[in-house]
């Protein structure tokens, strides 16, 4: 590794002072009518996807008898782009020229289970890159079903999402974002609209219950629109491919994109937008939820153990701070930064815990350095350090403190030796 970069800071840790690396390309997904598979895959045609090229990648899926199409159309007065799938057959025949890998016959195209799904995509002649994305999406779809219906993820029947048009839509997005050069996917909060809808099991609330599943853990608004905004194949591609959920992150945009769905709705145009660009210096950024408690009547044992809970219980972090409340009585500020999935349970345990009758929530968005472990071995022991990078530039590198520790008080030598070694030998890296 190069050392002339990195300067000594007072801390022990070591800061970066060479010039910034080209931007990542970044696609930020702004769902604010919804998200369905042709709808994502559409904003990315609009966008500048050339659809030649994308056809040329999906025909190295062994999938025939459908064309690929798409056209400009207006919802609610705004113009984007909707691209159809077309089946040259019915859906239950069998096509002529791909064999099964197993069988020796053709490949069926419905009542596909999760393992034929990952067959097809394995036996595709598609980058190893973009087969293990697409069978992370088939597999959050598998889960999540499963979940609702109470059984193993290979033994779903895939309905809608087994059909080719959802396959494609998968595959594509995939395969499109690598098209596009993207590196990083951002997207907004979820909108799921109201009422019921009709699928392969019925009648079925909205959102559909595993789209209900598949937005555990992220951020989703429901709206007054009738109908299903937000599809089982829109949540698992945002929920797998997306990196970070919430508002815009920092980016210079080059391009914006507007996919359509098949409904055109008067409340609200019935579209998703993307916008493609350079992300700016913070390589990371997401949403967290902040909790906080004034107590003033808990002993401080009690206060000692809910912290090891929190922890325990996912938080992020968590502080306390001194404060005077009311009547002049002193009490401590309780403070907890946590993942929109892990605050339930969070809440829950503050409650059981402590005195408080109520708690303040927040959301906040974060600017985060990407993070990393590197193991250097020192003339002491082996020491794990954190990287911290902002796009490809590396920015921060310290030693983790629980291995100094455990190392000086092993050895009988002082922490901060443990320290300056491991730093040391970073940087012969």
Known sequence: MDRSHLSHRSDGSYRSHVPRDPPLKLAYFDPFSGASGDMILG??????????????????????????S??????AGLAGTKVNVKLRAHEHEEHPHRPSASSGRPEPVEGRRLPDILRILRRSGLPKGDQEK?????????EAEARVHRCAPEDIHFHEVGAVDAIVDIVGTVVGLRLLGIERVACG??????????????????????????LKGFPSM??????????PTGAALLTTLADSFGPPPPMTVAAVGYGAGSADREALPNLLRVFIGEAAAADEADAVVVLEANL?????QVLGYLMERLFEAGALDAFLAPIYMKKNRPGVLLT?????????AIEELIFAETTTFGLRRTTATRRKLAREWVEVATRYGKVRVKVGRMGRRLV???????????????????LREVQQAALDAFRRR
Do not use: M, N, W
């Not at 429901?222 to 599809?231: A, C, F, V, Y």
């Not at 003033?296 to 401080?300: A, K």
């Not at 907890?336 to 339930?344: F, K």
């Open 70 to 75: 798409a056209r400009k159309v207006e919802r």
């Open 336 to 344: 907890v930064i946590a993942e929109p999935g892990t605050v339930p």
């Open 43 to 68: 904003a990315l045609v609009d966008a500048g996807l050339p659809l030649a090229a994308l056809r040329r990648e999906l025909e190295k899926l062994p999938l025939e008898g459908y064309s690929l």
């Open 134 to 142: 697409a069978v992370a999406v088939f597999r959050r779809l598998a």
């Open 396 to 414: 921060q590198a310290a030693p983790e403190y629980e291995d100094c520790r455990a190392i000086a008080a092993r050895r009988g030598v002082p």
């Open 189 to 214: 909060p979820l909108r799921t609209g109201t009422g019921t809808v009709e699928c392969a099991h019925g009648r079925l609330p909205v959102p559909a219950p595993a789209t209900a599943q598949l």
């Open 222 to 231: 429901g709206t007054e629109i009738e109908g299903e905004l937000t599809t």
């Open 296 to 300: 003033d009547d808990l002993s401080p």
